[in-house]
């Protein structure tokens, strides 16, 4: 009883408040919100977010349900927390799917390459994404003792993943989220980083040859020499009609269609390299790299030459990322269950086979307060509120769920995994005057972490008392992972007496359009940008063809500042505002690795270069920082073509504001000239 007085003293707002206080998205935000989230397009932000406490709220029982829906409703209509888009979306719908993104496993059989196909085409067809390890897949070469032939190796497998997945899009599903991942030990370790990176040059005979039979496999072999032979020969020959020899029509048409297709590989996936404690100190003492299977060495290679294959890599176009399979286990708390093998598709969670990715995020920037004489600082009272709602949300999520396969239902009731997280940091830094790039800014997140990972770990331990703690705990065990024993000796005292009801809680997911309806900045990034322009595709009224329009979307908390401003202290706004691009590498990374070591699960977070940053500079940082993340993804400013944002400078959103005042203010004395106008 008192473990249950604990968990509910704070009686939750009743629905007789004043609904001018709930929180309203507007312009972009309502229109993503509208467009993603709303039920028929039509809801209003009160009654989805009613329609969600409701259906979350279905799996309290003994009387407590309308007290939690009361409770879940006023965190949400008032913007202090924000579910997983899949739940916005999936709540009260027939067979809501709820759960973000799943992890299954690979095997190293044709039963196992067909149940891992379908399972990736059920979960993407309910919105889900995917990630896979690899590993396990035998190398290219493998001798296969059953049949006398040979493996055709790992990447053959994603090659069927990539192509299932375009099947999808092309059937009119949406894209799907994949990420495929292999352990840099794996014998094919290269011909993975060499299938997604490919250079396609097609100068020698060996280039073009190896270029058609990725265009065209099924073609036959006499065809395809007669082929090569016409695009690799000379021009000597004319053809009357034309002018232009065979092989000149040949190499004309059919070289950017097989750069085309070659391009194409694994094009619907994340990819990411497995490392551990051993891969970096193999780099640092520039040592070689043992390929073994099942116990016999295939081969090796030079680590640093990996290394840089990486970086190189990651430099040019922000893949692969380098996902530390040794940090995460080592951090694992259910270790003694079962091992983590790869992250969802984003990143921010581990997860063991057929685990889930139960998301929802704290809005940091709506739980500022002032003292009185108006100092801000974090509100701790409403945010242990909202985070001790936050995590009974999730928990009960995974209760009332739809699960797309039964081997993921039982394992996520068996861990009860969920990843509360936050959005708005960025934000709330800038409300509290502390840079994101500064050391007090960082020790002011490190306080707001530790807070967040004790309260919410204090919860699921209230709520194990009352419901039951995850089917696979062993309180000994549990309290020997690593990431246990950071936690203060009183939190580890009523994880021993009261046991736990999930298996991790915490993570650092993107957030990315969910940020955008709640108004504020995603995950822990820093603010993007002051304002950006969005270029997009829309329909052309009056006709069914797609056209590219842009936008210019001002940050929100900019604009409220620059109102504030009224005319004055604009320079002083100008040089407080920083955007991701005006922080440093160094400091991008520093702030992970302060979060991350209050996260149980991951931390998903860019790290942003600007397009002439040195990679002999990149290659040291990873190094550096690497090791103490769980994963790392990195962004080179315009390394992947044309991009759909395209951040403006402080200066340049003032600018654009200034104009649009002075506009309005035209427009408006034109409309009445007189000062004396008509209603």
């Known amino acids: 009883a008192k473990v249950c007085d604990i968990m509910t003293a704070e009686e939750s707002p009743t629905e007789l408040e004043n609904h001018s206080t709930y929180y309203q998205p507007q312009d972009f935000a309502n229109t993503i919100f509208q467009q993603r989230y709303s039920l028929g397009g039509e809801e209003s932000w009160a009654d989805s977010c009613k329609r969600v406490a409701n259906y979350i709220a279905a799996a309290e029982v003994n009387g407590s349900r309308s007290k939690w829906e009361e409770r879940f409703f006023h965190s949400l209509v008032h913007n202090h927390f924000i579910p997983g888009g899949r739940i916005w979306y999936g709540a009260g719908r027939p067979k809501g799917q709820l759960l973000n993104c799943f992890v299954v496993p690979t095997e190293d059989s044709r039963e196992g390459w067909g149940k891992t196909v379908s399972d990736m085409l059920i979960i993407s067809g309910t919105g889900g994404g995917v990630g896979m390890n690899f590993s396990p897949i035998r190398p290219r070469g493998t001798s296969i003792q059953g049949t006398g032939g040979e493996a055709t190796g790992a990447v053959s497998l994603m090659e069927v993943i990539n192509q299932t997945g375009e099947v999808i899009k092309s059937g009119g599903g949406r894209r799907t989220a994949l990420m495929l991942c292999l352990d840099y030990s794996h014998g094919d370790i290269m ?72 391009d194409q590989v694994l094009k619907n996936a994340n990819i990411s390299v497995l490392v551990d404690d051993d891969f970096f100190a193999a780099v640092e003492a520039d040592e070689d790299i043992q390929i073994t299977w099942r116990g016999n060495e295939v081969s090796s290679y030079r680590a640093k030459d990996l290394w840089d294959l990486l970086i190189q890599n990651a430099w040019e176009s922000g893949e692969p990322g380098i996902l530390n399979i040794g940090l995460a286990n080592k951090m694992n708390n259910i270790h003694y269950h079962k091992p983590l093998i790869s992250t969802n598709p984003c990143g921010e969670i581990w997860l063991e086979a057929y685990g889930c990715c139960d998301l929802g995020a704290i809005n940091l920037s709506n739980h500022i307060t002032y003292d009185s004489n108006g100092n801000p600082d974090f509100d ?21 769920n739809n699960y797309p ?32 790039n500064r050391a007090e800014g960082r020790k002011k997140v490190d306080k707001l972490f530790n807070f967040i990972k004790k309260i919410s770990y204090e919860t ?39 046991g736990m009801r999930n298996c991790a809680v915490l993570t650092i997911a993107p957030t990315g359009t969910t940020s955008l309806v709640a108004g504020t900045s995603s995950g822990i990034e820093p603010i993007f940008a002051a304002g950006y322009s969005r270029t997009y595709y829309a329909d052309s009224e ?93 962004y ?32 408006a004395m034109s409309d009445c000239p007189s000062g004396i106008c008509q209603i």
């Open 191 to 262: 011909e993975f980083l060499h299938k997604k990176f490919n250079k396609v040059a097609l100068e020698t005979v060996e280039e073009i040859d190896e270029a058609l039979t990725t265009a065209f496999p099924y073609l036959p072999p006499a065809e395809r020499a007669t082929m090569l032979t016409a695009i690799a020969g000379d021009s000597s020959e004319k053809t009357s009609e034309l002018n232009l020899s065979d092989s000149e029509v040949l190499r004309t048409i059919l070289r950017p269609l097989i750069k085309h297709e070659k």
């Open 636 to 667: 080179r400013s315009g390394s992947r073509g044309n991009e759909p944002l395209t951040p403006m400078k402080a200066s340049e959103a003032i600018e654009y504001l200034n104009k649009q005042y002075e506009f309005e203010v035209a427009a």
């Open 380 to 400: 701790w009272e409403l945010l242990a509120s909202t985070i001790t709602t936050g995590v009974r949300f999730l928990d009960n999520v995974l209760d009332v």
């Open 460 to 498: 699921s331990t209230y709520i194990s008392a009352e419901k039951g703690c995850f089917p696979a705990f062993d309180a000994e065990q549990f309290l020997a992972s690593g990431f246990c024993e950071t936690l203060p000796k009183s939190i580890r005292s009523k994880i021993a007496e009261y």
């Open 405 to 436: 396969l039964a081997e993921i239902e039982k394992n996520c009731r068996e861990v009860r995994r969920i990843g509360l997280g936050v959005m708005g940091l960025g934000h709330a830094l800038v409300k509290l005057g502390l840079p994101y």
């Open 542 to 634: 009056g006709s069914n063809e797609r056209v590219l329009k842009t936008e210019v979307v001002i940050d929100p908390l900019f604009q409220e500042l620059w109102a504030a401003t009224n005319g004055s202290d604009q320079e002083v706004l100008e040089k407080s505002f920083l955007g991701a691009m005006d922080i440093g590498v160094e400091d991008h990374l520093r702030m992970q690795v302060v979060c991350q070591k209050h996260i149980d699960n991951a931390v998903s977070k860019t790290i942003n270069l600007p397009n002439d940053y040195p990679i002999e500079d990149f290659s040291n940082m990873m190094l550096k920082y690497g090791p103490q993340l769980k994963g790392t993804t990195v």
